[in-house]
């Protein structure tokens, strides 16, 4: 077999040192393929080798970094949860004069977020590892769900002053628009089911509706 010429050995041969950028890039590949194999397979059933097979890295590079496979896993759902997150100020940005249209823009983002690649597969693994892990759930709420719940409970004392007179309700209320509004479709979609553009717009629509005839009849 021909030896590759002194340019081709020097074209082929093994990188430096990588650059801080080049590690970040290859980390956030590492945390990523991570949870699509924690998901896929479940936290028993993974393991770092199979992980630094799939990606191309040495599995005591993973180590000296994470120590073992729980801190890994946490520290890509995590992660995962940090950039999935819709910030608040986009949604008081979809606030207008009309209650109604306003809920409906701010169902929109949400129910976009949830269906998300990266939503489903946070709702799935959460859901999956809660119990084991309890405590990624409560961190799923605390960044998550928390701040949109207090955004939300906001939006109603401003938009519906005296409304709400009992200790919690307005909370309650907010976690009933979120159920509502946002858990119909990510739960359907959760369970494998494709819904269409329309169906999700349609459903978005009615549950905004059968909210506002909720809190304002009810």
Do not use: C
Request: aromatic share 8%; charged share 30%; glycine share 8%.
């Amino acid at each position: 077999m021909e030896k590759p010429k002194p340019a081709d050995y020097r074209r082929h041969r093994s990188p430096g040192r990588p650059t801080r950028k080049q590690a970040e890039v290859r980390n956030d590949e590492l945390l990523d393929t991570a949870l699509d194999m924690f998901l896929e397979n479940g936290f028993e059933r993974t393991t770092i080798e199979g992980i630094t097979a799939a990606v191309g890295m040495a599995k005591r590079t993973v180590y000296a970094r994470y120590g073992d496979k729980e801190t890994l896993f946490r520290t890509a759902l995590q992660r995962a949860i940090d950039d999935w997150i819709v910030p608040i100020d986009r949604l008081r940005e979809a606030e207008t004069e009309d209650f109604e249209a306003s809920l409906l823009e701010i169902g929109r983002i949400l129910v976009a977020n949830i269906l998300k690649p990266q939503g489903l597969r946070l709702m799935r693994i959460t859901n999956a590892e809660s119990i084991r892990l309890p405590d990624l759930g409560d961190y799923t709420v605390r960044l998550g769900t928390r701040p949109t719940i207090e955004y939300l409970s906001d939006l109603f004392n401003r938009r519906l002053p005296g409304r709400f007179s009992e200790a919690g309700e307005v909370e309650a209320i907010a976690y009933a628009f979120l159920h509502l509004v946002v858990g119909g479709p990510a739960s359907i979609s959760a369970w494998g089911v494709k819904l269409s553009a329309e169906d999700v717009a349609r459903q978005t629509q009615y549950g905004v509706r059968l909210f506002l005839h909720g809190i304002m009849h009810g």
